[in-house]
């Protein structure tokens, strides 16, 4: 999700990634349960406009799959659904 564009951030563009999964590019095969893979319990951000590298922020409770997350109005995010195994976007 991306983060609200605040004066106090100047504006500055941050997403935040949280969750899914950490498979290598070898790993993409048909020959295992991929179902089954655990998801990633990291969350890592990104301010595209001042620096191309990610910074690791706080992970998350369980690992999730294609959560969603929600900016709510005093400034916290909520992630809900997803699941705790599986990669999405996968064939």
């Known amino acids: ?9 100047n504006y500055q563009a941050t997403i935040l990634f949280c969750g899914g999964s950490n498979l290598q590019p070898d790993q993409w095969t048909l020959n295992w349960d991929l179902a ?5 319990s990291s969350c890592v951000s990104i301010s595209p406009d001042l620096s191309q590298t990610w910074v690791d922020d706080d992970p998350i409770f369980q690992g999730r799959s294609m959560g969603n997350m929600i900016g709510l109005p005093d400034l916290k995010v909520v992630l809900l659904n997803g699941a705790n195994t599986g990669v999405g976007g996968f064939g």
């Open 1 to 9: 999700m991306m983060l609200p564009l605040t004066p106090e951030n």
């Open 36 to 40: 089954a893979y655990p998801a990633d």
